[in-house]
């Protein structure tokens, strides 16, 4: 007991602070990602749950993965979750760049409360700022209006609109995607280059460089983690969102989220609905490990160059 004890005083409290984190992995989503496994190699039935093994059913049904790759439905699914991921995320990339570049370059007064503005659409329901958009794109709202009279004036009479249709469109999913996410590309990009060291942008100055030479030569590169890291943050989430295109895209054209969604709710097909959403944490998750053991590498490689 006292071997025990010395054992716990000495590296008995690590070890449970680290452990705890593998404790919830384990628990919230290893479980529950076995669990959607499971179900996907099951076979739909009409009992409660919806599906089964043995018996009358296969032991293990493989049918579902092969739908994925032969049923319109989901090809054109993950096409237009990709797609509207990748696009969201490029604009998020664009708008959040320049902004958190400009924090680092403000005083720290100033720093502040512009970091308040970034984070305060999240003092807001995520369900009331999608309803206030989708009062904003209406047919007779003054967003509507003023986007209009632009397109009457730039345009050609021939070619003129009563209201320009934003609506149950990929714009729309995109646009909502886009004021939604842009916190989350502007906190990484932020954080990377507040840490960055400002003699190293006055010493290419001082070579002769000019502002865009040193941005292209010194600033992006270093701010490449940045980029990647707040692409992932909005990217993966915006491929599986489910309520913007619920409540602002095309019906006809859904994405991932409302497949699955429609999958599990409505058509009660549970093994098909898992088998979807294995499908798309494996696309999302394959890259993110594939960048994490890069980086890794990256830094051992680093250190090991180090004298």
């Not at 149950?168 to 960055?196: G, H, K, S």
Request: aromatic share 14%; net charge neutral; proline share 7%.
């Amino acid at each position: 007991m006292k071997a025990l004890a010395s054992w716990f005083h000495r590296r008995g409290w690590r070890e449970l602070i680290i452990g705890i984190p593998y404790l919830w992995l384990t628990l919230f989503f290893l479980i529950p990602f076995l669990i959607v496994v499971a179900m996907s190699v099951a076979t739909r039935t009409p009992t409660a749950p919806p599906f089964g093994y043995g018996g009358e059913n296969p032991i293990l049904n493989f049918e579902g993965y092969g739908r994925l790759f032969t049923e319109t439905l989901y090809i054109r699914a993950f096409v237009t979750s990709l797609m509207n991921a990748a696009i969201a995320t490029l604009f998020c990339l664009a708008l959040g760049y320049p902004m958190a570049l400009g924090l680092t370059r403000v005083s720290k007064s100033w720093r502040n409360i512009l970091l308040m503005l970034v984070i305060l659409p999240f003092w807001t329901s995520f369900l009331l700022r999608v309803y206030a958009w989708m009062g904003l794109m209406g047919r007779n709202s003054w967003f509507n209006s003023m986007l209009t009279d632009a397109w009457n004036f730039v345009v050609p009479q021939a070619y003129t609109l009563n209201s320009i249709p934003m609506m149950n469109t990929n714009f729309a999913v995109i646009l909502v995607m886009v004021y939604t996410y842009l916190p989350f590309m502007i906190l990484p990009l932020y954080a990377n280059l507040e840490r960055l060291d400002p003699v190293l942008d006055e010493a290419a100055m001082d070579l002769g460089s000019r502002p865009f030479q040193v941005f292209r030569d010194v600033t992006l590169p270093q701010s490449i983690p940045g980029i990647i890291a707040g692409g992932m943050l909005v990217f993966i989430p915006a491929a599986g969102e489910l309520v913007i295109p619920s409540l602002v895209g095309n019906p006809s054209s859904p994405m991932i989220g409302r497949i699955i969604s429609d999958e599990f709710a409505q058509v009660r097909d549970w093994p098909m609905a898992s088998t979807v959403a294995v499908a798309l944490l494996i696309l999302m998750v394959g890259p993110t490990m594939l960048y994490a053991r890069y980086q890794q590498k990256a830094e051992s490689a680093g250190a090991e160059d180090k004298p």
